[in-house]
């Protein structure tokens, strides 16, 4: 079993994709219909938002659930922990014109590479305290976004679409 991460780190046999690390900045909730985005960002000022529901706003959020339930994140996290598949990384990346996340699980010849919606991936990111990346096409992904949100009037600086 390799300890390194297998998306991010180069070496023998590895593919290793040019990613930024990034971390959770804040949470935003569009002041106009409520929709709520992760805003992410990498250590030269690049930015990614993740729109998220409030539920799942809550728990990236550290916040106890209202009825005091466990997140399906959380127990996901600890069955993985407890089998020694516990992720390892989280990176954002993109897939026919979406925003995927790709999770590395440890195996026991070469890791796993597993992937998810953007949501799911940084839920885990957070709540599992992984190190969380994107590759340069997730930012331009998400550049692209804002782009054509600045175009179409939508928005200001209270809105997350």
């Known amino acids: 079993m390799k300890d390194a991460p297998w998306l991010t780190a180069a070496g023998r046999e590895r593919y290793a994709i040019s990613v930024k690390r990034l971390e959770l900045s804040r949470i935003r909730i569009c002041q106009r219909c409520g929709r709520c985005g992760a805003e992410l960002r990498s250590a030269d000022g690049g930015t990614i938002v993740v729109p998220v529901d409030s539920v799942r706003a809550r728990e990236?959020?550290?916040r106890v659930a209202p009825d005091g339930l466990k997140s399906l994140t959380d127990v996901v996290l600890g069955q993985l922990a407890a089998?020694?598949?516990a992720?390892?990384?989280v990176v954002l990346d993109v897939l026919d014109g979406r925003l995927r996340a790709l999770l590395s699980l440890p195996a026991r010849e070469e890791p796993d590479v597993v992937g998810c919606t953007p949501e799911?991936?940084?839920a885990l990111a957070v709540r599992g305290r992984l190190p969380l990346y994107a590759t340069d096409e997730a930012f331009a992904h998400a550049a692209a976004l804002a782009t054509k949100?600045?175009?179409g009037g939508t928005g200001g600086a209270d809105t997350v679409h």
């Open 60 to 62: 990236l959020e550290d």
């Open 87 to 89: 992720p390892t990384e």
């Open 149 to 151: 949100h600045d175009r």
């Open 83 to 85: 089998t020694g598949r």
């Open 120 to 122: 799911e991936g940084l």
